[in-house]
């Protein structure tokens, strides 16, 4: 006994296989392209964030008296960026700026491929006012495909006599994508 399966015509093979291909073509560059900018938006969203929990700390802190206070710079954290998405302890004793991370209450709940800095010439408290101040300089450098060609992500702001941060400018970006 055999059983009649219904199986598919050339035709109709060759009209699957043309749907299947139409449905890659318009997905795929998509989806790779979402995947890209995904990578991408992590250093801006991290910045941002860097920035605002920088801005709170300098309006809320007094220490001798003093009020606008900032803690001294910190990172590379971690040292090399990676490719792939890696936890990383910002507070870990041997994270080079720890304390200042902890102070912050910088650390990223998710895992990273890029290596943060917090840069500034002066810290200490009494900051803000003059105009003078040096900015903060707030980046992020990521190798997305491992070549060794880094992009950058920075954004700046100066400290205020109004406890506040002004913004520098918007966020730099040098080679995206690489």
């Known amino acids: ?7 598919l015509s050339l035709l109709e093979a060759a009209l699957l296989l043309c749907i299947v291909g139409i449905a890659l073509a318009v997905f795929s560059p998509t989806f790779v392209r979402q995947v890209r900018t995904n990578k991408i938006l992590e250093a801006s969203e991290l910045l941002q964030e860097l920035n ?4 709170a700390y300098y309006g809320t802190s007094w220490d001798g008296g003093y009020r606008r206070c900032l803690p001294p710079g910190a990172g590379p954290t971690p040292t090399e960026p990676t490719v792939e998405p890696e936890d990383v302890d910002f507070f870990a004793p041997t994270t080079e700026g720890h304390e200042t991370w902890k102070a912050l209450g910088f650390q990223p ?15 200490g408290c009494g900051l803000g006012g003059d105009g003078k101040d040096a900015p903060i300089t707030f980046r ?15 954004r700046q702001a100066r400290p205020n006599l109004d406890g506040t941060l002004q913004p ?10 690489e």
């Open 1 to 7: 006994m055999s059983r009649d399966r219904p199986r």
């Open 52 to 55: 605002d929990r920088t801005a």
């Open 109 to 123: 709940e998710r895992a990273i491929r890029y290596s943060y800095r917090y840069m500034l010439s002066e810290s």
């Open 140 to 154: 992020a450098e990521g190798d997305l495909d491992g070549d060794g060609v880094r992009s950058r992500f920075e």
């Open 168 to 177: 520098i400018g918007e966020l730099h970006v040098h080679q995206r994508v």
